[in-house]
């Protein structure tokens, strides 16, 4: 059989003092909790206090460092401005210099000359490893410039090719000498006037060789060959004893040689010298000396080629 049942039973609900349902149910406005915002502010106050700090010292150190750029770029242009001042005032300088040394006339044409010597080279012999030195005196003005060739070779300033010059004069000193330094030796001046040069032989003898010629017998001796640059002047220096220049003569390829313009034959100290001046192909070929006098006769060759430069 079905039936019913029923049962029944009661709630009871008691407000609790710390229940905020009644305050928001009354209060349109939200809760708030006077401590977390008393925080919130001091905090915010806090943060603020140290924002305005940090910006002040920012802006301290921005006006500091933005002094001291402009302070620095002023520091710069006034460096700049006096480095320019400088560099104008030794313009300035150098350019009145330079008219006053022009007024002064000293490179005036009338008190500029070309350079000429007072003193020429002079040959030079001497046994191999002996020191050899050619030495010149000279004038110009402006003072000229000294430059020394073996043949058309530049010789510098070395160990052993010791140089050295002033004002009016020029050394050139081979500190030890051998048999290949045998050649053609010039001096060069040259300033804004002209140039001048000075030529002349150097004679390194060998162990056992001698290049004096002594007419007490008749001998004969055929030097080392020599190479000249077409345009340069051909010299032989040739050391005798016991005669004079009238019982020297000198032969090109059997033929006399008499002094005629560019040809010049010198006797001096016992030194007989030929000297051809600008020296073309046709001056190549065997030279030799003679001497003869009532005690014999001598003779000394030297075999000659004169290239193009």
């Given at each position: 059989?079905?039936?019913?049942?029923?049962?029944?039973?009661?709630?009871?609900?008691?407000?609790?003092?710390?229940?905020?349902?009644?305050v928001?149910?009354?209060?349109?406005?939200?809760?708030?909790?006077?401590e977390?915002?008393?925080?919130?502010?001091?905090?915010?106050?806090?943060?603020?206090?140290?924002?305005?700090?940090y910006?002040e010292e920012?802006?301290?150190?921005?006006?500091?460092q933005?002094?001291?750029?402009h302070?620095?770029?002023?520091?710069?242009i006034?460096?700049?401005?006096?480095?320019?001042?400088?560099?104008?005032?030794?313009?300035?300088k150098?350019?009145k210099?330079?008219?006053?040394?022009?007024?002064?006339?000293?490179?005036?044409?009338?008190?500029?000359?070309?350079?000429?010597?007072?003193?020429?080279?002079?040959?030079?012999?001497?046994?191999?490893?002996?020191?050899?030195?050619?030495k010149?005196?000279?004038?110009?003005s402006?003072?000229?410039v000294?430059?020394?060739?073996?043949?058309?070779?530049?010789?510098h300033?070395?160990?052993?090719?010791?140089?050295s010059s002033t004002?009016?004069?020029?050394?050139?000193?081979?500190?030890?000498?051998?048999?290949?330094?045998?050649?053609?030796?010039t001096?060069l001046l040259e300033?804004?006037?002209?140039?001048?040069?000075?030529?002349?032989?150097?004679?390194?003898?060998?162990?056992?060789?001698?290049?004096?010629?002594?007419?007490?017998?008749?001998?004969?001796?055929?030097?080392?060959?020599?190479?000249?640059?077409?345009?340069?002047?051909?010299r032989?220096d040739?050391?005798f004893?016991?005669?004079?220049?009238?019982?020297?003569?000198?032969?090109?390829?059997?033929?006399?040689?008499?002094e005629?313009?560019?040809?010049?034959?010198?006797?001096?100290?016992?030194?007989?010298?030929?000297?051809?001046?600008?020296?073309?192909?046709?001056?190549?070929?065997?030279?030799?000396?003679?001497m003869?006098?009532?005690?014999?006769?001598?003779?000394?060759?030297?075999?000659?080629?004169?290239?193009?430069?």
């Open positions: 059989q079905c039936g019913e049942a029923y049962a029944t039973t009661s709630l009871s609900v008691k407000r609790r003092k710390d229940d905020y349902r009644s928001l149910k009354h209060n349109v406005k939200p809760f708030c909790d006077e977390e915002v008393k925080r919130k502010h001091k905090h915010h106050q806090s943060a603020s206090q140290r924002q305005e700090m910006s920012r802006k301290e150190n921005m006006t500091s933005v002094s001291k750029l302070h620095k770029q002023e520091a710069v006034q460096e700049t401005q006096a480095h320019q001042t400088t560099e104008w005032q030794e313009i300035a150098k350019e210099h330079h008219v006053e040394y022009a007024e002064s006339s000293h490179f005036s044409m009338q008190n500029m000359s070309a350079p000429i010597f007072s003193h020429s080279m002079e040959p030079v012999t001497v046994d191999e490893g002996e020191s050899a030195t050619f010149v005196e000279f004038q110009g402006p003072n000229p000294v430059k020394w060739f073996r043949y058309s070779f530049p010789v300033h070395s160990k052993d090719f010791q140089i004002d009016t004069g020029s050394t050139l000193t081979i500190a030890k000498t051998c048999a290949d330094d045998s050649g053609v030796f001096c300033n804004i006037v002209g140039a001048a040069k000075s030529s002349s032989n150097l004679n390194v003898m060998e162990s056992g060789q001698e290049y004096v010629m002594q007419a007490s017998t008749k001998t004969s001796r055929t030097l080392k060959e020599m190479t000249v640059t077409a345009g340069d002047s051909i032989f040739i050391g004893s016991g005669g004079t220049k009238d019982n020297l003569t000198f032969l090109h390829d059997g033929r006399k040689i008499d005629t313009e560019g040809v010049t034959i010198q006797v001096e100290n016992d030194v007989a010298s030929l000297i051809i001046e600008k020296a073309g192909p046709e001056h190549s070929g065997m030279y030799e000396c003679v003869r006098t009532e005690g014999g006769e001598a003779s000394c060759q030297v075999k000659c080629h004169v290239t193009q430069s």
